[in-house]
């Protein structure tokens, strides 16, 4: 069976055109998708084979002359030899420092892009779902209703509930992609505007919110009994603290 990341995002990825941000998403996707892991082993076998293949024509004796030529009219002489190794020198030295402290920083740092680039693609498919007509999934206000619809799709117990005696008036609730896995979306509405909740299984341990904001709009991730949300709108960022809580209550 082919992944539908195979189109979209493996050639791309291969030949080293993707974004930092996209190829760091495909790169997760990776870990959990064989289809994938194994058409880059075959394109990389393809490459190899090619390459020993040698279908190509070598340089004849004189190209070969001229081209030593022109490179040796251009290197530096003997007598900047010790300038430049003590310039390299200094330069290694400046790595490792670099290295040792990015080594007690680093796992901080790599927590940090890792929150920024997850939250980046949900805001991206928050804002993706507003679009007309891209919305699939159940519109309904009937808590059980859109219960049952997510126990026949997930694999986890999605806690639907409604708050619209809070304010925050639940409108249905659809499937999603984040980092190429599958997960629950539950869509609520503040004073005419949606917010969507992303919610997933997780091995972590739970977290207090982490909050930022891109595009104008507002994002609020949390774990919590081994499931993580984030919660993401154009809404007050005290309309999205509010409706963590309510969903922490209630779970």
């Not at 190509?56 to 040796?72: D, F, M, Q, W």
């Not at 002489?77 to 190794?85: D, E, H, M, R």
């Not at 509930?161 to 896995?181: H, I, P, S, W, Y």
């Amino acid at each position: 069976m082919r992944c539908d990341f195979a189109d979209s995002l493996l050639q791309g990825y291969f030949d080293g055109e993707l974004s930092d941000r996209r190829a760091a998403e495909f790169q997760r996707h990776l870990r959990h998708c064989v289809p994938c892991t194994t058409e880059l082993v075959d394109l990389d076998l393809l490459r190899d084979s090619l390459q020993l293949a040698q279908l190509y024509e070598p340089a004849t004796v004189s190209l070969r002359c001229k081209i030593n030529a022109r490179l040796h009219a251009g290197a530096p002489k003997t007598a900047a030899s010790k300038p430049l190794l003590w310039y390299w020198l200094a330069a290694a030295a400046a790595l490792l420092f670099i290295t040792i402290v990015l080594g007690k920083v680093g796992p901080r740092l790599r927590v940090d892009d890792y929150q920024t680039e997850l939250a980046a693609e949900i805001v991206d498919a928050h804002v993706h779902s507003l679009q007309p007509g891209s919305m699939t999934g159940i519109a309904s206000n009937d808590q059980r209703m859109v219960q049952g619809w997510f126990d026949a799709k997930v694999k986890f117990a999605v806690p639907v509930r409604d708050f619209t005696n809070q304010g925050f008036a639940l409108k249905g609730g659809r499937l999603d992609v984040v980092e190429g896995r599958s997960v629950a979306v539950l869509v609520y509405e503040r004073d005419g505007r949606p917010i969507d909740v992303f919610m997933w299984r997780t091995r972590e341990p739970d977290t207090s919110a982490r909050t930022g904001s891109r595009q104008g709009f507002q994002w609020d991730d949390w774990r919590k009994g081994k499931m993580e949300f984030c919660a993401v709108s154009d809404a007050d960022r005290a309309d999205l603290e509010q409706l963590h809580t309510l969903i922490d209550s209630s779970a």
